[in-house]
Each structure stands twice: as C-alpha cells, then as structure tokens.
C-alpha cells in the first residue's frame, strides 16, 4: 500500500482493468468496485481490506448499492442481473438482458433497480422478485450509460443519443434541472431539460482532458463524472491519467490532480458528506495492446489501483463559504 497525507491505495486491488466504483448510502468507508476480472469487491476503507467479493462468469461492468448498506447489484458482459446480500454474502438472479448490461442503478424512491443494455432496453427490475420479462423500454441505439436524479432518468447511447424519462410514470420527460455528459472526443457537455429559450441559453460544452505534445493537440477519452453532494459541483477523469474538478454554473476548472500511472475509468464521490473521492485507476486499452506494453515498460509491471482521496473546500463553488 502507497499512502499520503491525504491519499490512500486500497490493498488487494482487482487483476484486470476496473469499470465502477459506488460507495454505500449511508456508510463512507463501504466501496464497491466492478471489474473486468469478472468481479465484484467490496472494500472496507477505515481497516483498507478487502471484505468480500463475488464471481461473475464475465467482466463486471456496473455495480449499484440497495436502499441500504447491505444489498448491492451488478451486471456486465454475461447479460446477468445480479442482486447480493452483503451480511450473508449470498446472490440472487434478478432476470437477464439479451445482450450485455452497460449500466445499473438503484431508484430508492421507486423500489426499482434499473439496467441499461446494448440490446437497445432500459429494464426495470423489482429487486424481490426475479422476473424473466420485467417491463422493458426500447431504445433506438445500444445503451452505454443510465444515471437518475430525483425522479428522472436519463439514458444515454450510442450515436450520441439521449432519452430522459419521468421515473414515476416511464414517459419521456423531465423533472429535474439537467446533466453533464462525457465523450471518447476530450469533451463534456452541460445540458438542461427545460425547453424554454432561457434555459437552453445556459447549456454549453467544453474541451478537456486534452495535452499539447510537440505541437500536437492529443484527446484523451473523458471515462466518469461524479457530482458532488454537497456542492453540486463534479469531478472528471479521463485516460490521461487525470482527475479534475469544475464548477459548471461558473464554468471554471477548480482544480487538477497529479497525474495518475495509468487511465482513471471510473470515480465516485461518498454519497453522504463527499469527503472522499475513489479513483480508479487502470489502463483502459484506447491504444491496444501497444499502449499496455508502454505501461509495462515504464511502470515494470501493469497499474490496476483502487485510490481514495480525501477532498475538501477545493470542491466548492468559486465565491462559496
């Protein structure tokens, strides 16, 4: 283990390249971890060990905590809608997609746990009950991403597409004030549901996770956002190895960290008081098999790291007290 003063690396890290991280509602030192090994690990960070984990018979793509500290959920490669129950270390089979599950959450309010799919559906999942046809909603392209807020739900695919839906009822609408969205292209767009002209004035986009080298402009793939809880402001993490934090109503970065050995894929914020940040850091194949041998080379082995940073004011706004 690597420590700083206000940086942890979590012991007995998973053995291929990570996918999601998602701490626990209510308790700030209980992490989730996805991985391509095919497993999910759950973390205790106050002792750094490893508690438990659970074998999938594919790459783990997402994971998702229940209404409490004890259920999660996963899904990945193998089409499988998984519910576990930490306290007994046992697992459920919600149902099945046709194809691989891109995304998963948990809709607290609603009771629902909700999973997005390249088999063009979003699925909604009575977390009691396994089901063979829960209700399933038909997208017109490959679901890479699924987030919620409040009561609305939005999806996001291929081709750049986007669908939002109002989680009470399942019909196409908003009720929440909007979203940031990621790209392969270096870039993230800040976009708000309200229609009115007013509104559509304030969305814009920017480029980020970008370097200059030898007069060449490189884009790097921006991989995870992560809202603060607190703050509302968000985290971005990119395959440049960076982790950076906006204020999107000021639009301005707030801060960058030091630059990690390999591609951060995934980030989360605690979800009670956003005190700590977990960095996944690993590499995330953008340049195939030649780029992990560089990593090889430069590092003497490969970089696979679950890190934990404590965070404070540099999270806030500009001009918050």
């Known amino acids: 283990m690597s420590a700083s003063a206000n940086e942890i690396e979590l012991s007995s890290p998973p053995d291929d390249s990570i996918s999601a991280l998602a701490f626990a509602p209510t308790a700030d030192n209980q992490l989730l971890v996805a991985s391509w090994d095919g497993e999910l690990r759950l973390y205790d960070i106050a002792s750094n060990s490893l508690k438990s984990h659970f074998s999938h018979k594919a790459a783990v793509l997402g994971c998702s905590w229940g209404n409490d500290n004890k259920t999660a959920y996963s899904g990945g490669l193998d089409s ?39 088999d063009q559906t979003v699925r909604a999942w009575d977390p009691r009950t396994p089901s063979s046809n829960p209700p399933a909603f038909a997208q017109p392209e490959r679901v890479y991403a699924i987030d919620a807020a409040d009561n609305t739900l939005v999806v996001a695919m291929a081709g750049r597409l986007v669908n939002i839906y109002d989680l009470r009822m399942m019909k196409e609408s908003a009720n929440s004030d909007g979203y940031a969205m990621s790209s392969v292209e270096g870039r993230i767009a800040v976009e708000y549901f309200d229609p009115s002209p007013k509104s559509q004035d304030k969305k814009y986009a920017f480029k980020c996770h970008r370097q200059a080298v030898d007069g060449v402009d490189l884009v790097w793939p921006v991989n995870s956002l992560a809202f603060h809880p607190k703050y509302n402001t968000f985290a971005s993490a990119g395959s440049d190895g960076t982790v950076s934090l906006w204020d999107h109503t000021a639009k301005k970065r707030l801060k960058q960290y030091p630059k990690y050995q390999s591609a951060v894929n995934a980030i989360a914020f605690t979800k009670t008081s956003g005190d700590k940040l977990a960095i996944g850091v690993s590499y995330s ?30 999270c806030k706004p500009r001009g918050a007290k």
Not at 297 to 309: C, D, P, S, Y
């Open 80 to 118: 499988w809608v998984r519910a576990f129950d930490l306290e007994s270390e046992t697992t459920n089979v919600l149902g099945a997609h046709t194809s691989t599950i891109s995304s998963i959450i948990y809709h607290s309010s609603t009771n629902t746990v909700y999973t997005g799919s390249w």
């Open 285 to 314: 194949w953008d340049e195939g098999e030649e780029g992990l041998k560089r990593e090889v080379t430069a590092n003497g082995g490969r970089v696979i790291q679950v890190r934990v940073r404590t965070v404070g004011d540099e």
